[in-house]
């Protein structure tokens, strides 16, 4: 079994959650980012919590599972890549065009 966390834009939530069902059901244990809910905006201190957890999820996988949607890697993304391969961890995509 495989620890991966998940990433990619937000806006692609419900992709997302498709994937880390498939991967889960192939016996991974699958890490997500937090998704904001309801109408209330996060602060920019919850921003910076959440962003601290997620990099934390990337220390305690085995790789990170890019969701670059339509080919898009945004910036968050491209820091998150660059955290996982400094850290040595695998790094997998998944594409939908």
């Known amino acids: 079994m495989k620890v991966i966390t998940i990433c990619g834009s937000l806006k692609y939530k419900d992709e997302m959650m498709k994937v880390a069902q498939k991967l889960s059901l192939e016996g991974n244990?699958?890490?997500?980012?937090?998704?904001?809910?309801?109408?209330?905006?996060?602060?920019?201190?919850?921003?910076?919590?959440?962003?601290?957890?997620?990099?934390?999820?990337?220390?305690?996988?085995?790789?990170?599972?890019?969701?670059?949607?339509?080919?898009?890697?945004?910036?968050?993304?491209k820091l998150e890549i660059e955290y996982a391969e400094k850290l040595g961890k695998g790094i997998k995509y998944h594409s939908r065009s």
């Open 29 to 77: 244990c699958v890490l997500t980012p937090v998704y904001p809910v309801g109408d209330k905006k996060p602060s920019e201190e919850e921003l910076k919590i959440l962003k601290e957890a997620h990099f934390k999820r990337i220390e305690m996988s085995d790789e990170i599972f890019i969701l670059n949607i339509d080919g898009y890697v945004g910036d968050s993304t």
